[in-house]
T-cell receptor
Framework: IAGITQAPTSQILAAGRRMTLRCTQDMRHNAMYWYRQDLGLGLRLIHYSNTAGTTGKGEVPDGYSVSRANTDDFPLTLASAVPSQTSVYFC?????????????FGQGTRLTVV | SQQGEEDPQALSIQEGENATMNCSYKTSINNLQWYRQNSGRGLVHLILIRSNEREKHSGRLRVTLDTSKKSSSLLITASRAADTASYFCATAGDFGNEKLTFGTGTRLTIIP
């Protein structure tokens, strides 16, 4: 069982380009999340989805969009990348949307926007 | 804004000693969770304590929660070099505010 798979592992992206970070889980979890991790700021929630077909905004949603067409996949799209979006991005999932259970994290995508 | 703030930001101790990390948060919670992150890796769940619990144990880990002070502590006993990592607390709100919000973390270094 793979758990959560993120792709790519790392990427260097020119400013202004569009980029989709992929996230797939095989645990049939209802809830999925995207965080960004920056030095000194910990993890900040970008977007989340409590169940397939629904999404919500987190703490830092501007410049990002998500979709949840099915239970397994939760892609994060940067429509027009800017240098301030340079970060490490983590996808996570949990069994329920109420966060009464632990979250499982992917290994992260290191994104550099130049 | 961060819901949880860990203290200290960095901690170095000798192998075999106990390590204590603290977390303070701002709003009411459903539960508080502790995670560990090795360098360059994703976060791994350690322990979850619910708002009606005061203490919880898991192996060498002991977590306490004081909802009146909005604070929690993580104690790692008999530390090992392999415990070197960053540790994060995360809070989950009640229904309608269920997002898992992380603090800024404590970087723990165990000196062999």
């Amino acid at each position: 069982i793979a758990g959560i798979t993120q792709a790519p592992t790392s990427q260097i992206l020119a400013a202004g380009r569009r980029m989709t970070l992929r996230c797939t889980q095989d645990m049939r979890h209802n809830a999925m999340y995207w965080y960004r991790q920056d030095l000194g700021l910990g993890l900040r929630l970008i977007h989340y989805s409590n169940t397939a077909g629904t999404t919500g905004k987190g703490e830092v949603p501007d410049g990002y969009s998500v979709s949840r067409a099915n239970t397994d996949d939760f892609p994060l799209t940067l429509a027009s990348a800017v240098p301030s979006q340079t970060s490490v991005y983590f996808c996570a999932s949990s069994a329920t949307g109420s966060m009464n259970t632990e979250a499982f994290f992917g290994q992260g995508t290191r994104l550099t926007v130049v | 804004s961060q819901q949880g703030e860990e203290d200290p930001q960095a901690l170095s101790i000798q192998e075999g000693e106990n390590a204590t990390m603290n977390c303070s948060y701002k709003t009411s919670i459903n539960n508080l969770q502790w995670y560990r992150q090795n360098s360059g890796r994703g976060l791994v769940h350690l322990i979850l304590i619910r708002s009606n619990e005061r203490e919880k144990h898991s192996g060498r880990l002991r977590v306490t929660l004081d909802t009146s002070k909005k604070s929690s502590s993580l104690l790692i006993t008999a530390s090992r070099a392999a415990d070197t990592a960053s540790y994060f607390c995360a809070t989950a709100g009640d229904f309608g505010n269920e997002k898992l919000t992380f603090g800024t973390g404590t970087r723990l270094t165990i000196i062999p």
